[in-house]
């Protein structure tokens, strides 16, 4: 799948959201990236073999005091060809796609891994 195509498949994703989430959404940034570098495979302590396929960098709402502001944005970077690996066909890259987009930004919010592996599970 070529980026442009890519790109505007994870914006959709943002723009899909319920309202009171997409509301929520101020000073951050999601940006697309083929691959994660090193260090972020390390900050987010993955072994030699995995990989990620989006990654939040930020301070969570649920972390912010009275005293959070003038910072730079937080940052979802939603990783390309790790995403197409997990596919075979558009549909399901695309369901990826949504799936991961939604999984950044719950961090945002403050859910942790953890829940989140609960609640895909529907725990």
């Known amino acids: 799948m070529d980026r ?4 505007w498949l994870v914006a959709k994703a943002v723009d899909s959201l319920p ?4 509301t929520k959404l101020a000073n951050i940034d999601v940006v697309v990236a083929d691959w994660p570098t090193q260090g972020q495979l390390a900050e987010a302590g993955l072994k030699r ?3 990620l396929l989006g990654l939040y960098e930020g301070v969570p709402l649920t972390k912010r005091g009275s005293h959070y502001g003038l910072v730079p944005p937080d940052k979802i970077t939603i990783f390309q060809k790790p995403i197409e690996a997990e596919g ?3 549909a399901e890259i695309i369901a ?3 799936r991961v987009v939604r999984h950044e930004i719950a961090h945002h919010f403050g859910i942790g891994d953890a829940r989140l592996n609960q609640l895909e599970k529907g725990i």
Do not use: A, D, N, P
């Open 88 to 90: 075979r066909h558009e």
């Open 49 to 51: 073999g995995h990989t």
């Open 4 to 7: 442009e195509k890519f790109e």
């Open 19 to 22: 309202e009171e989430f997409r």
């Open 96 to 98: 990826e796609i949504q």
